[in-house]
C-alpha cells in the first residue's frame, strides 16, 4: 500500500471535514428553530459524517496495512478522544435543556423532536467506542515490539485487525467488562480505564434521558 502526502492530508481531514459541515448545517438552519435545535442538528450531521469515514476506513483496510495507518493518521489521538467525548457530553446536556418543551409541542413537532433526540443518542453512543477502537489498534501496533504486547486476544493472533478492536470496545460500551482481551501494558489499561469511567457516565445518562422522555411521552 502506496502513502502519499495527500493520503496524509485526507487521514488528517476528516474530522474537520466532519466539524465544517456540522456548523455549516448549524447556520444554514431557519431562523425559527431554538439555538439548542440547532445544534443538535449540527451535531448529527458532524457526528453520523464522522462515523461513516471511521467505518469506511476500518472495513476497507487490510489488517497488514493497520501498522503504516497508525505511524502516517493516528490523528493526535488525545485530541480526537477529547473532542469526541466533549461533543457527547454536550449532546447530552443539548437534550437535556430540551426535554421541557417536549411536553408542550404535539403531532409532528413532536415526533420530530423525538427522532432528533433518538438519532443523537445513537450516534452520540456509537462514536465512543469507534473513536476508542481506532484508538487501541494505533496505540497497539505503534507500542508494540518483540518483547511487549499491549492488547492481547484470544488464540494470540499475530496481526489483530480492526474487528478485533472494535470487539473489545464496544464490548467495554455495552457490558462494562473487558471480555476475553487482555492489556499487556499500564498505557493501554489506563485508556481501558478511561473509556470504562466515559461509558459508564454516558450509559447511566441515556438511562435516564430514557426515563424522561418516557414520562413526558406519558403526561
Not at 477529547?82 to 457530553?89: A, K
Not at 423532536?113 to 462514536?127: C, D, E, K, N, Q
Not at 450509559?203 to 435516564?208: D, T
Request: hydrophobic share 50%; with cysteine.
Amino acid at each position: 500500500m502506496t502513502f502519499s502526502f495527500r493520503n496524509y492530508y485526507h487521514a488528517r481531514s476528516r474530522l474537520l471535514i466532519a466539524m465544517l459541515a456540522g456548523v455549516v448545517c448549524y447556520f444554514a438552519l431557519p431562523a425559527q428553530l431554538d439555538y439548542l435545535q440547532r445544534l443538535l442538528i449540527g451535531w448529527n450531521v458532524l457526528a453520523w459524517l464522522y462515523l461513516f469515514f471511521m467505518w469506511f476506513r476500518m472495513l476497507r483496510t487490510r489488517v497488514e496495512d493497520i501498522p503504516h495507518i497508525a505511524r502516517m493518521q493516528d490523528e493526535s489521538a488525545g485530541l480526537v478522544l477529547g473532542l469526541v467525548t466533549l461533543g457527547c457530553l454536550v449532546s447530552i446536556l443539548a437534550i437535556l435543556l430540551e426535554l421541557p418543551s417536549l411536553k408542550h409541542l404535539s403531532g409532528t413537532p413532536r415526533a420530530m423532536h423525538l427522532l432528533l433526540t433518538g438519532a443523537t443518542l445513537v450516534v452520540s453512543w456509537a462514536l465512543l467506542p469507534t473513536a476508542f477502537a481506532m484508538h487501541y489498534a494505533h496505540h497497539h501496533y505503534l507500542r508494540r515490539s518483540k518483547d511487549v504486547t499491549p492488547m492481547i486476544f484470544p488464540e494470540k493472533p499475530q496481526e489483530p485487525g480492526y474487528w478485533d478492536f472494535l470487539y473489545f470496545s464496544f464490548t467495554i460500551a455495552v457490558a462494562s467488562q473487558t471480555a476475553d482481551v487482555a492489556t499487556g501494558t499500564t498505557d493501554m489499561r489506563q485508556i481501558t480505564l478511561l473509556q470504562s469511567v466515559i461509558s459508564f457516565v454516558f450509559n447511566l445518562a441515556i438511562l435516564g434521558l430514557s426515563v424522561n422522555v418516557g414520562a413526558g411521552l406519558l403526561s
